[in-house]
Protein backbone atom coordinates (compact mmCIF):
# COMPACT_ATOMS: atom_id res chain seq x y z
CA UNK A 1 0.00 0.00 0.00
CA UNK A 2 1.25 3.58 -0.40
CA UNK A 3 3.85 4.72 2.40
CA UNK A 4 1.61 6.75 5.13
CA UNK A 5 4.84 8.62 6.19
CA UNK A 6 5.62 9.66 2.76
CA UNK A 7 1.89 11.33 2.43
CA UNK A 8 1.79 12.72 5.59
CA UNK A 9 5.26 14.57 4.82
CA UNK A 10 3.49 15.99 1.60
CA UNK A 11 0.23 17.05 3.63
CA UNK A 12 2.36 19.10 5.88
CA UNK A 13 3.70 20.99 2.60
CA UNK A 14 -0.19 20.91 1.06
CA UNK A 15 -0.97 24.51 -0.48
CA UNK A 16 -3.85 24.74 1.38
CA UNK A 17 -2.23 24.84 4.78
CA UNK A 18 -1.40 28.60 3.74
CA UNK A 19 -5.33 29.14 2.95
CA UNK A 20 -5.58 30.91 6.35
CA UNK A 21 -8.55 33.16 7.54
CA UNK A 22 -5.79 36.40 7.21
CA UNK A 23 -5.26 35.20 3.65
CA UNK A 24 -9.03 34.37 2.88
CA UNK A 25 -9.57 38.16 4.12
CA UNK A 26 -6.63 39.87 2.37
CA UNK A 27 -7.71 38.21 -1.19
CA UNK A 28 -11.50 39.29 -0.63
CA UNK A 29 -10.25 42.71 -0.17
CA UNK A 30 -7.95 42.62 -2.80
CA UNK A 31 -10.90 43.11 -4.73
CA UNK A 32 -11.99 46.00 -3.64
CA UNK A 33 -14.69 44.32 -1.06
CA UNK A 34 -13.90 45.08 3.11
CA UNK A 35 -14.66 42.15 5.26
CA UNK A 36 -16.20 41.93 8.35
CA UNK A 37 -13.98 39.06 9.39
CA UNK A 38 -17.09 36.46 9.45
CA UNK A 39 -16.07 33.41 7.59
CA UNK A 40 -17.92 30.46 7.59
CA UNK A 41 -16.12 27.18 6.15
CA UNK A 42 -18.88 25.68 3.71
CA UNK A 43 -18.50 21.53 2.28
CA UNK A 44 -16.53 21.56 -0.16
CA UNK A 45 -13.22 19.26 -0.88
CA UNK A 46 -11.80 19.29 -4.00
CA UNK A 47 -11.86 23.55 -3.44
CA UNK A 48 -12.18 25.40 -0.77
CA UNK A 49 -15.04 27.55 -0.39
CA UNK A 50 -16.55 30.07 1.95
CA UNK A 51 -18.72 32.33 2.89
CA UNK A 52 -17.32 35.69 3.40
CA UNK A 53 -19.20 38.67 5.65
CA UNK A 54 -19.10 41.74 3.90
CA UNK A 55 -19.29 45.19 5.87
CA UNK A 56 -22.78 46.99 4.43
CA UNK A 57 -23.30 44.18 2.06
CA UNK A 58 -24.38 40.46 1.52
CA UNK A 59 -22.16 37.74 2.35
CA UNK A 60 -20.74 36.27 -0.41
CA UNK A 61 -19.67 33.12 -1.34
CA UNK A 62 -15.50 32.61 -2.15
CA UNK A 63 -14.33 29.99 -3.98
CA UNK A 64 -10.38 29.29 -3.43
CA UNK A 65 -9.25 26.59 -6.42
CA UNK A 66 -7.14 23.70 -5.95
CA UNK A 67 -3.60 24.69 -7.28
CA UNK A 68 -2.30 23.00 -10.41
CA UNK A 69 -6.04 21.41 -11.38
CA UNK A 70 -7.20 23.64 -14.03
CA UNK A 71 -5.75 26.97 -16.02
CA UNK A 72 -6.38 30.47 -16.21
CA UNK A 73 -8.23 29.91 -19.32
CA UNK A 74 -10.04 26.83 -18.21
CA UNK A 75 -10.71 28.28 -15.37
CA UNK A 76 -12.32 31.69 -17.29
CA UNK A 77 -13.75 28.94 -19.93
CA UNK A 78 -15.84 28.03 -16.73
CA UNK A 79 -16.73 31.18 -15.83
CA UNK A 80 -17.69 32.91 -19.31
CA UNK A 81 -20.21 29.73 -19.70
CA UNK A 82 -22.48 30.57 -16.64
CA UNK A 83 -22.73 33.56 -17.31
CA UNK A 84 -23.55 33.09 -21.03
CA UNK A 85 -26.45 30.86 -19.38
CA UNK A 86 -27.41 33.28 -17.36
CA UNK A 87 -27.96 36.05 -19.92
CA UNK A 88 -29.83 33.48 -21.47
CA UNK A 89 -32.15 33.59 -18.63
CA UNK A 90 -30.90 30.06 -17.26
CA UNK A 91 -30.72 29.97 -13.58
CA UNK A 92 -27.55 29.43 -12.21
CA UNK A 93 -24.89 31.40 -9.96
CA UNK A 94 -22.44 33.13 -12.09
CA UNK A 95 -19.05 34.43 -10.79
CA UNK A 96 -19.06 38.45 -9.78
CA UNK A 97 -16.69 40.55 -11.52
CA UNK A 98 -13.30 41.32 -9.63
CA UNK A 99 -11.24 43.93 -11.66
CA UNK A 100 -14.82 45.11 -13.18
CA UNK A 101 -13.34 44.85 -17.05
CA UNK A 102 -11.11 43.48 -19.16
CA UNK A 103 -10.21 39.90 -20.15
CA UNK A 104 -10.57 37.08 -17.04
CA UNK A 105 -12.21 39.67 -15.03
CA UNK A 106 -14.70 37.17 -12.86
CA UNK A 107 -10.97 35.33 -12.19
CA UNK A 108 -8.74 36.41 -8.98
CA UNK A 109 -5.15 35.65 -8.12
CA UNK A 110 -3.84 35.75 -4.74
CA UNK A 111 -0.95 34.37 -3.01
CA UNK A 112 -0.49 31.64 -5.57
CA UNK A 113 -4.27 31.03 -5.57
CA UNK A 114 -6.84 31.32 -8.16
CA UNK A 115 -10.25 32.50 -6.86
CA UNK A 116 -14.08 33.55 -7.61
CA UNK A 117 -16.80 35.84 -5.97
CA UNK A 118 -20.09 34.30 -5.76
CA UNK A 119 -23.24 35.91 -4.77
CA UNK A 120 -24.77 33.97 -2.12
CA UNK A 121 -27.75 31.94 -3.25
CA UNK A 122 -29.22 29.77 -0.92
CA UNK A 123 -31.97 27.15 -1.74
CA UNK A 124 -32.95 23.34 -0.98
CA UNK A 125 -32.17 19.92 -2.56
CA UNK A 126 -35.03 18.80 -4.80
CA UNK A 127 -36.63 15.53 -4.18
CA UNK A 128 -35.90 13.04 -6.64
CA UNK A 129 -38.86 10.86 -5.81
CA UNK A 130 -40.85 13.70 -6.72
CA UNK A 131 -41.70 12.98 -9.94
CA UNK A 132 -43.25 16.61 -10.97
CA UNK A 133 -39.68 17.89 -9.68
CA UNK A 134 -37.86 15.37 -11.84
CA UNK A 135 -40.37 16.68 -14.70
CA UNK A 136 -39.21 19.92 -13.69
CA UNK A 137 -35.61 19.11 -13.47
CA UNK A 138 -35.93 17.72 -17.27
CA UNK A 139 -37.42 20.94 -18.55
CA UNK A 140 -34.36 22.82 -16.89
CA UNK A 141 -31.54 20.48 -18.16
CA UNK A 142 -33.45 20.55 -21.46
CA UNK A 143 -33.00 24.84 -21.68
CA UNK A 144 -29.54 24.41 -20.62
CA UNK A 145 -28.67 21.96 -22.98
CA UNK A 146 -30.13 23.62 -26.08
CA UNK A 147 -28.37 27.17 -24.69
CA UNK A 148 -25.28 25.61 -24.03
CA UNK A 149 -25.04 24.11 -28.19
CA UNK A 150 -24.49 28.01 -28.53
CA UNK A 151 -21.10 27.65 -26.48
CA UNK A 152 -18.67 25.36 -27.78
CA UNK A 153 -15.95 24.49 -25.25
CA UNK A 154 -12.56 25.46 -26.43
CA UNK A 155 -10.30 24.31 -22.63
CA UNK A 156 -12.30 22.42 -20.60
CA UNK A 157 -12.05 18.85 -20.79
CA UNK A 158 -13.90 16.17 -22.74
CA UNK A 159 -15.34 13.09 -21.23
CA UNK A 160 -12.89 10.60 -22.10
CA UNK A 161 -12.76 6.48 -21.68
CA UNK A 162 -9.33 6.63 -21.45
CA UNK A 163 -9.50 9.00 -18.04
CA UNK A 164 -11.04 5.94 -16.77
CA UNK A 165 -8.22 3.49 -17.66
CA UNK A 166 -6.24 6.28 -16.02
CA UNK A 167 -7.68 6.14 -12.82
CA UNK A 168 -7.38 2.26 -13.01
CA UNK A 169 -3.70 2.49 -13.69
CA UNK A 170 -3.11 5.38 -11.16
CA UNK A 171 -4.17 2.83 -8.05
CA UNK A 172 -1.59 0.68 -9.05
CA UNK A 173 1.44 2.77 -10.13
CA UNK A 174 1.11 4.73 -6.95
CA UNK A 175 0.50 1.07 -4.77
CA UNK A 176 -2.62 1.65 -3.31
CA UNK A 177 -3.84 -1.82 -3.69
CA UNK A 178 -2.69 -4.14 -1.29
CA UNK A 179 -0.46 -7.37 -2.45
CA UNK A 180 -2.43 -9.65 -1.34
CA UNK A 181 -5.58 -8.00 -3.69
CA UNK A 182 -3.18 -6.82 -6.76
CA UNK A 183 -4.48 -10.04 -8.39
CA UNK A 184 -8.22 -9.79 -8.14
CA UNK A 185 -8.11 -6.14 -8.67
CA UNK A 186 -6.39 -6.51 -11.74
CA UNK A 187 -9.05 -9.11 -13.27
CA UNK A 188 -11.95 -7.59 -11.95
CA UNK A 189 -10.85 -3.63 -13.55
CA UNK A 190 -10.15 -5.38 -16.95
CA UNK A 191 -13.30 -7.16 -17.40
CA UNK A 192 -14.84 -3.48 -16.34
CA UNK A 193 -13.13 -1.86 -18.48
CA UNK A 194 -13.80 -4.10 -21.64
CA UNK A 195 -17.77 -3.75 -20.52
CA UNK A 196 -17.53 0.01 -20.55
CA UNK A 197 -15.41 0.41 -23.53
CA UNK A 198 -18.05 -1.70 -25.88
CA UNK A 199 -20.65 1.29 -24.82
CA UNK A 200 -18.00 3.78 -24.54
CA UNK A 201 -19.43 7.43 -23.86
CA UNK A 202 -16.80 9.32 -26.29
CA UNK A 203 -17.20 7.03 -29.18
CA UNK A 204 -17.15 8.22 -32.67
CA UNK A 205 -20.33 9.43 -33.66
CA UNK A 206 -22.12 10.80 -30.77
CA UNK A 207 -23.07 13.94 -29.99
CA UNK A 208 -20.76 16.15 -27.80
CA UNK A 209 -22.21 19.38 -26.00
CA UNK A 210 -21.50 21.84 -23.47
CA UNK A 211 -22.06 20.24 -19.95
CA UNK A 212 -22.80 20.87 -16.13
CA UNK A 213 -20.87 17.84 -15.57
CA UNK A 214 -21.80 17.06 -12.19
CA UNK A 215 -25.36 16.70 -11.75
CA UNK A 216 -25.57 15.30 -8.42
CA UNK A 217 -28.38 16.56 -5.46
CA UNK A 218 -25.43 18.73 -3.76
CA UNK A 219 -25.20 20.76 -7.03
CA UNK A 220 -28.90 21.32 -7.85
CA UNK A 221 -31.16 23.54 -5.63
CA UNK A 222 -34.86 24.39 -5.09
CA UNK A 223 -36.18 27.44 -4.81
CA UNK A 224 -38.87 30.28 -5.62
CA UNK A 225 -40.68 27.08 -6.94
CA UNK A 226 -37.77 26.69 -9.79
CA UNK A 227 -34.51 24.35 -9.53
CA UNK A 228 -30.73 26.20 -10.28
CA UNK A 229 -27.51 24.86 -10.37
CA UNK A 230 -25.08 25.77 -8.45
CA UNK A 231 -20.86 24.71 -9.24
CA UNK A 232 -19.49 24.50 -12.85
CA UNK A 233 -16.61 23.70 -11.51
CA UNK A 234 -16.54 20.14 -13.06
CA UNK A 235 -18.39 21.73 -16.32
CA UNK A 236 -17.05 19.57 -19.51
CA UNK A 237 -17.87 18.61 -23.04
CA UNK A 238 -19.97 15.13 -23.22
CA UNK A 239 -23.12 13.31 -24.33
CA UNK A 240 -26.18 15.22 -22.74
CA UNK A 241 -27.27 11.86 -20.95
CA UNK A 242 -24.42 13.00 -18.75
CA UNK A 243 -26.25 15.34 -17.08
CA UNK A 244 -29.17 13.13 -16.61
CA UNK A 245 -28.32 10.08 -15.02
CA UNK A 246 -27.35 10.83 -11.35
CA UNK A 247 -31.13 11.99 -11.29
CA UNK A 248 -32.41 8.28 -11.28
CA UNK A 249 -32.19 5.85 -9.09
CA UNK A 250 -33.83 2.78 -7.48
CA UNK A 251 -35.07 -0.48 -9.02
CA UNK A 252 -35.37 -0.90 -12.75
CA UNK A 253 -39.33 0.11 -12.93
CA UNK A 254 -38.53 3.30 -10.68
CA UNK A 255 -36.01 4.06 -12.84
CA UNK A 256 -38.20 3.89 -15.42
CA UNK A 257 -40.88 5.90 -14.41
CA UNK A 258 -38.56 8.90 -13.07
CA UNK A 259 -36.42 8.72 -16.63
CA UNK A 260 -39.68 8.77 -18.66
CA UNK A 261 -40.53 12.11 -16.30
CA UNK A 262 -37.36 13.61 -17.10
CA UNK A 263 -37.04 13.37 -20.79
CA UNK A 264 -40.91 14.44 -21.33
CA UNK A 265 -39.29 17.52 -19.16
CA UNK A 266 -36.19 17.40 -21.44
CA UNK A 267 -37.55 17.41 -25.02
CA UNK A 268 -40.05 20.65 -24.31
CA UNK A 269 -36.57 22.21 -25.30
CA UNK A 270 -34.19 19.84 -26.98
CA UNK A 271 -34.58 16.29 -28.77
CA UNK A 272 -33.05 13.58 -26.80
CA UNK A 273 -31.36 10.69 -28.57
CA UNK A 274 -32.76 7.49 -26.56
CA UNK A 275 -29.10 5.44 -27.62
CA UNK A 276 -27.66 7.49 -25.20
CA UNK A 277 -29.48 5.29 -22.67
CA UNK A 278 -26.99 2.29 -22.89
CA UNK A 279 -23.88 4.67 -21.69
CA UNK A 280 -26.04 5.18 -18.15
CA UNK A 281 -24.15 2.48 -16.58
CA UNK A 282 -21.39 2.53 -18.33
CA UNK A 283 -21.03 6.39 -17.00
CA UNK A 284 -21.88 4.99 -13.19
CA UNK A 285 -19.07 2.59 -13.27
CA UNK A 286 -16.49 5.76 -14.94
CA UNK A 287 -17.48 7.64 -12.24
CA UNK A 288 -16.65 4.81 -9.23
CA UNK A 289 -13.14 4.60 -10.38
CA UNK A 290 -13.07 8.10 -10.68
CA UNK A 291 -13.71 8.61 -7.27
CA UNK A 292 -11.48 6.09 -5.34
CA UNK A 293 -8.73 7.59 -8.09
CA UNK A 294 -9.70 11.08 -6.75
CA UNK A 295 -9.35 9.69 -3.00
CA UNK A 296 -5.59 8.55 -4.11
CA UNK A 297 -4.94 11.64 -5.85
CA UNK A 298 -5.60 14.04 -2.81
CA UNK A 299 -4.59 11.82 -0.13
CA UNK A 300 -2.08 14.24 0.59
CA UNK A 301 -4.16 17.09 1.33
CA UNK A 302 -4.88 16.94 4.79
CA UNK A 303 -8.85 17.15 4.68
CA UNK A 304 -8.52 14.02 3.13
CA UNK A 305 -7.93 11.53 5.79
CA UNK A 306 -9.96 13.79 7.89
CA UNK A 307 -13.03 13.63 6.30
CA UNK A 308 -12.52 10.03 4.94
CA UNK A 309 -10.75 8.04 7.51
CA UNK A 310 -12.13 4.19 5.89
CA UNK A 311 -10.16 4.90 2.81
CA UNK A 312 -7.14 3.01 1.60
CA UNK A 313 -7.14 0.23 3.99
CA UNK A 314 -7.24 -3.69 3.49
CA UNK A 315 -10.83 -3.77 4.16
CA UNK A 316 -11.99 -0.67 2.52
CA UNK A 317 -10.01 -2.22 -0.87
CA UNK A 318 -11.54 -5.62 -0.12
CA UNK A 319 -14.91 -4.14 -0.51
CA UNK A 320 -13.93 -2.04 -3.61
CA UNK A 321 -13.11 -5.46 -5.34
CA UNK A 322 -16.51 -6.65 -4.15
CA UNK A 323 -18.39 -3.18 -5.17
CA UNK A 324 -16.45 -3.70 -8.92
CA UNK A 325 -18.11 -6.88 -9.15
CA UNK A 326 -21.83 -5.44 -8.53
CA UNK A 327 -20.77 -3.11 -11.28
CA UNK A 328 -19.67 -5.66 -13.70
CA UNK A 329 -22.94 -7.02 -13.45
CA UNK A 330 -24.78 -3.99 -13.75
CA UNK A 331 -22.80 -3.30 -17.18
CA UNK A 332 -24.02 -6.86 -18.55
CA UNK A 333 -27.79 -6.43 -18.12
CA UNK A 334 -29.42 -4.97 -20.90
CA UNK A 335 -29.47 -1.34 -21.40
CA UNK A 336 -32.30 0.78 -19.94
CA UNK A 337 -35.62 1.58 -21.92
CA UNK A 338 -38.65 3.78 -21.27
CA UNK A 339 -41.87 2.01 -20.23
CA UNK A 340 -44.57 1.73 -22.75
CA UNK A 341 -47.31 4.01 -21.99
Known amino acids: MADEDSRADASSTHPYTRLTPD ?9 GRLCDARILALNSYENRVYQVGLDEADPVIVKFYRPGRWNLEQIDEEHCFTRFLLDHEIPVVAPLDIDGAGQYSTVGSYAGFYFAVFPRQGGRAPEFDNLDHLHHLGQFIGRLHAVGTGFPFQHRPRLSFDQAVANVNYLLEQDFIP ?51 VDFDDTLSGPAIQDLWMLISGD ?25 LAMIEPLRAMRVLHFNSWLARRWDDPAFPLAFPWFNTPRYWSEYILELKELLSALQLPALRLPQV
Request: hydrophobic content about 40%; aromatic content about 8%; proline content about 4%.
Open 179 to 229: PDLDAAYRAITAEVLAAIEARRPDADGIECISLHGDCHSGNLLWRDERPHF
Open 23 to 31: LVIDAVEST
Open 252 to 276: TDSRQRQLLEILEGYEMFRAFELSQ
